[in-house]
């Protein structure tokens, strides 16, 4: 490995360490799944501020994934955000707002008005009033633009089912597409959200915590009990613990987060009690003390899931509008049955097997970009909803994991918040997985950091 590439691994190794022992919450971020494709056409003027103030007439359109509520129409929007300007063009990218709907936008337009020395950029803060369009999204260009699509697995054969889609592709050049689906019959979901989110201990905590205010210091009295995550090096534990963190107080409850030390070991909880001290000022305090402590284990037991994978092998044709499809994938698909056996903290065994090798599939984008499909001969027929759809004439840089059009450190922090994730551990995001092993990795995070600042 080159000098400079594990410099980089070993700097988001560092950001990793440093993420997963913070107690402080840095950036979360929901997928649109109440969006859809649509075309924005916009008009109007935006003023571009650094200097110097320019107004800047805009005339463009674009693809945008638009709120459910705003239908295909006229609407009055303000657009906030910034502008990256070079001497041939003028990069967008922000926030459109219509009426009480946001929406991260992207688009680009030549620069007539602005006066950069070639080879230089600026950025500028940029804001204003537009006229704008919703309407269907009818076609794309046809030269070999760059396509990035994601979806939300709906339905396999005839059952619900749940899972997710990646496609990025090069029209006419090259496409990678991947598929995780489980049928919802399995309920492998709500089994790993009990136990990997509700805890694997009940704790039982009894002494008392110092609140600290501006104001002045109380001394309040804790017996609770609570399910948390704890270390499976802890097991059964009697004793005392150390609080540190922080309370949020108001008229009904105290709300405590932080983290608890016992001994060498130390792991987060949180835990409310009822307000029974009206001499509490409202909001937030530091809080900590020492507290007696029982940890009881909660017996889960071994248990296996299945879900399936499917990837594209290799592409035959890659088209815009062919048949009855917007966007259309054939070629050769291998499908496996995925099952992993959960024995501990973040401990599986996977089994894989075969179920489709270099069989023959199509994925086709239907609906106007709304809907997809997964033909697969050997399976059946996998269908979902397209929830992210971006091309470009430029290459779309991987590692956008928020869909804001920027590769930043808010990408960069989510991915480290998964580090070593896998199928069925909490918070595994099947799109930070970029060498499709099933992990969260470093070559995943070093994606993520080779690109930083890399908007499109």
Known sequence: MKRREIWIATSLIV??????????SVHTYKWPKER??????????????????????????????????????????TFKGEANVSNETIKFRGELTVEEFQFPVSFVLPNTEIPIEEGKEKDFDAEGSLEITITRVSAVPKVKAWISIR??????????????????????EWARVGAFFAPEASNWKEDIKDLLYKGNANVTLNGKLTLVFFSGSYNITINTEFTARVPEEIET???????????????NSILFRGKLEIEDEEFPIEFNISNMYPELPKGTCLVGGQLNITITPIS???????????????????A?????????????????????????ERRFNMTAKPVVINGT??????????????????IELVSGRVVFLCFRLLRIPPGDINKDYIVDIFDLVHAAKRYETTPGVADFDFDLDFD??????????????????EGY
């Not at 950001?15 to 402080?24: E, F, G, I, K, R």
């Not at 899972?163 to 090069?170: C, I, P, S």
Request: aromatic share 16%; charged share 15%; glycine share 8%.
């Open 15 to 24: 950001l990793v360490l440093t993420l997963s022992t913070s107690s402080a």
């Open 36 to 77: 859809y494709p649509a075309r924005v056409i916009i008009t109007g003027s935006i003023t571009l501020t650094n200097e110097h103030d320019y107004s800047i007439p805009i005339q463009t359109n674009f693809t945008a994934m638009v709120p459910i509520p705003l239908e295909h129409g006229n609407y009055t929007a």
């Open 151 to 172: 979806g939300c697995v709906d339905s396999y054969g005839d059952q619900k089912s749940f899972g997710w889609l990646k496609a990025d592709a090069r029209l006419g």
């Open 237 to 251: 534990y009697e004793g005392s613990a150390t609080f540190e963190g922080l309370a949020y107080v108001s008229n």
């Open 300 to 318: 889960t037991g071994p248990f296996s899931f299945t879900l399936y994978i499917a990837r594209l092998v290799k592409a035959s044709t890659i």
């Open 320 to 344: 815009i509008n062919f048949s009855d499809s917007n966007f259309y994938i054939s070629g050769f698909w291998d499908v496996y049955n995925i099952t992993w056996t959960y024995i501990g």
């Open 361 to 378: 599939g199509e994925f086709k984008v239907i609906n106007y970009w709304h809907r997809f499909t997964l033909d697969i001969e050997g």
């Open 436 to 453: 499709d092993n099933l992990k969260v990795d470093i070559y995943d995070l070093t994606t993520i950091g080779a690109n930083l600042g």
